[in-house]
């Protein structure tokens, strides 16, 4: 029987709970998760490649189904690594009617490079839908509680990195 590959590619900038929910649901719908840490995102990320990379495999460690999950980090066109690694599904994660319209034509331009490639779009979750890595920075930044965005581990990562950005 053929192997279901799937790659989860975001930023993790940081990982979140909400990130977290979708790995959960993709390892009911793949047989092999990979989840693929950005370089060339858009954004500006906080942490470095290499950091977010290690966040997410710190995450992973404890997880259900971790054997099945293999972390790796990815510069270049999203298909191409896809392709490199035997994956045919892509997976992304859907908050709010508000990502669809950039989700849906990430999608259909992963297509286009890759026509064997598919994304397979999950909902998130109700209780962390309106999760956002950009607001758990900002908010982690202005000293607010972030425990219930963000695992311990990752709430210490930010910790250290907004106290050194301000020593
Ligand atoms: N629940 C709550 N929040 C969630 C979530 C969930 N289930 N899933 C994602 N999020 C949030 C994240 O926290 C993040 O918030 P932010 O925008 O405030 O930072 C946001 O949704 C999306 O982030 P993420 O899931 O990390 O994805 P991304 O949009 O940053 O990733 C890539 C984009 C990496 C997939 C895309 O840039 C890419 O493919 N790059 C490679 C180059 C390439 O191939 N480009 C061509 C694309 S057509």
Not at 98 to 111: G, I, P, T, V
Request: aromatic letters at 8%.
């Amino acid at each position: 029987m053929s192997v279901r590959t799937g790659v989860y590619p975001g930023t993790f900038d940081p990982i979140t709970v909400g990130h977290m929910s979708i790995i959960k649901r993709a390892l009911a719908v793949v047989d092999k998760l990979i989840i693929a840490v950005a370089l060339d995102t858009g954004k500006a990320p906080v942490f470095t490649l290499d950091q977010r990379a290690a966040m997410v495999r710190e995450e992973i460690a404890s997880l259900r189904g971790a054997e099945r999950v293999e972390v790796k980090s990815f510069s270049g066109l999203l298909v191409n690594f896809a392709a490199e690694n035997n994956a045919q599904i892509l997976i992304r994660g859907l908050r709010a009617v508000s990502d669809f319209e950039y989700e849906f034509q990430m999608a259909s331009m992963n297509r286009r490079l890759h026509k064997e490639i598919t994304t397979v779009f999950l909902p998130a979750s109700e209780t962390t839908q309106f999760i956002s890595s950009r607001f758990v920075k900002q908010i982690s930044k202005l000293g607010g509680d972030i425990s219930s965005f963000v695992s311990p581990n990752v709430e210490k990562h930010l910790r250290k990195y907004f106290d050194e950005e301000f020593k």
